[in-house]
């Protein structure tokens, strides 16, 4: 069975420009989350999924992060416009249900804004 | 909110024992997960504990003390492969978060 897999596993931007990761849980799982982490710092949360709809988004940054799961399957993540500062890993995680279920990452987009 | 305490780092002999601390204060308290996390890698799941105790797994286990806010990751046998970070993650309602980790060096 495939695991959480993220695309693209690299990406640099130039500050100002747009980019859109993307996610894509093991099938079936209803919850995703968007975790960050910025060098030296400790992963931190995002926001959480369940199936299409926001369930808590209340670790993003600012309005220059756009996250969204239509249909309930694959969700992105598109921040426009790149500032220096969202330059981290960010990755993603599902799980079948919510409390005390296991989540299972994917290997992380590492985001670079120069 | 949410607030977790761990050494940031620790050096350990292979073979041995080594304990990794955690203290924790958070709203909603559903849980408390461990993780591992190799440099470059996905964090991968180590343990859960929801009720007080030692959970043991091989040649890993886990103590949760919720009335302290306190747990710990207990591996034995250490080996080489066993360099990596490791993550606490207590979750409050639904949402996990993670402590900076603890960054775990076996040494020969």
């Known amino acids: 069975e495939a695991g959480v897999t993220q695309f693209p596993s690299h990406s640099v931007i130039e500050k100002g420009q747009t980019v859109t990761l993307r996610c894509d849980p093991i099938?079936?799982?209803?919850?995703l989350y968007w975790y960050r982490r910025v060098m030296g710092k400790e992963i931190k949360f995002l926001l959480h999924f369940v199936k299409e709809s926001k369930q808590d988004e209340s670790g993003m940054p600012n309005n220059r992060f756009l996250a969204e799961r239509t249909g309930g399957t694959y969700s992105t993540l598109k921040v426009q416009p790149a500032e220096l500062e969202d330059s981290g890993v960010y990755f993603c995680?599902?799980?079948?249900?919510?409390?005390?279920?296991?989540?299972?990452f994917g290997q992380g987009t590492r985001l670079t804004v120069v | 909110g949410q607030n977790i305490d761990q050494p940031t780092e620790m050096t350990a002999t292979e073979g041995a024992i080594v304990q990794i601390n955690c203290t924790y204060q958070?709203?909603?308290?559903?849980?408390l997960f461990w993780y591992q996390q190799h440099a470059g890698e996905a964090p991968t799941f180590l343990s859960y504990?929801?009720?007080?105790g030692l959970e043991e797994k091989g040649r890993f286990s886990s103590f949760l003390s919720r009335s302290k806010g306190y747990s710990y990751l207990l591996l034995k046998e250490l080996q080489m492969k066993d360099s990596a970070s490791y993550l606490c993650a207590p979750r409050g309602y639904q949402k996990v978060t993670f402590g900076t980790g603890t960054k775990l060096q076996v040494i020969p």
């Open positions: 995680a599902s799980s079948l249900g919510s409390v005390g279920t296991e989540a299972f």
């Open positions: 958070t709203s909603g308290f559903n849980g």
């Open positions: 504990n929801v009720l007080d």
């Open positions: 099938s079936g799982h209803d919850n």
